[in-house]
C-alpha cells in the first residue's frame, strides 16, 4: 500500500520539511533539527523551492508598511495560509 505523501509525490521527509520552514528562518529550531531539515534541503529540490519561495515571500511582505494590504486582502490571504477553505481570489477570478 501506498503512503499518502508518496501519492501526491512527497514524501513523510517533505511533509515535515514543509512544516518546519518557518521555525528554519526563523532560527527557532534545535541544532540536530536543523541539521535533519539543511539535509533534506540539499537532497530535495523541491522542498528547497519552497524554502526559497517562503523566503521571498516573507522578505516581501516585511518590506511593506502598516495598511499597505487593504483588510479584505489580508483576510483573505490568512484564510488561505491557515487553511480556512477561503479562497485568497475574489469570486469568479484570479
Given at each position: 500500500?501506498?503512503?499518502?505523501?508518496?501519492r501526491r509525490?512527497?514524501?513523510?521527509g517533505c511533509?515535515e520539511?514543509?512544516?518546519?520552514?518557518?521555525?528554519y528562518?526563523?532560527?527557532?529550531?534545535?541544532?540536530g533539527?536543523?541539521?535533519?531539515?539543511e539535509?533534506?534541503?540539499?537532497?530535495?529540490?523541491?522542498?528547497?523551492?519552497?524554502?526559497?519561495?517562503?523566503?521571498?515571500?516573507v522578505?516581501?511582505?516585511?518590506?511593506?508598511?502598516?495598511?499597505?494590504?487593504?483588510?479584505?486582502?489580508?483576510?483573505?490571504l490568512?484564510?488561505a495560509?491557515l487553511?480556512?477553505?477561503v479562497?485568497?481570489f475574489p469570486?469568479g477570478?484570479?
Open positions: 500500500m501506498m503512503r499518502a505523501g508518496a509525490g512527497r514524501s513523510a511533509h520539511a514543509v512544516e518546519l520552514v518557518t521555525d528562518l526563523e532560527g527557532a529550531l534545535p541544532a533539527r536543523r541539521r535533519c531539515l539535509g533534506h534541503l540539499a537532497a530535495c529540490a523541491g522542498c528547497a523551492v519552497h524554502l526559497e519561495q517562503i523566503r521571498v515571500t522578505w516581501i511582505l516585511g518590506c511593506l508598511g502598516a495598511g499597505a494590504i487593504p483588510d479584505r486582502a489580508l483576510s483573505r490568512c484564510g495560509f487553511g480556512s477553505g479562497s485568497p469570486e477570478g484570479q
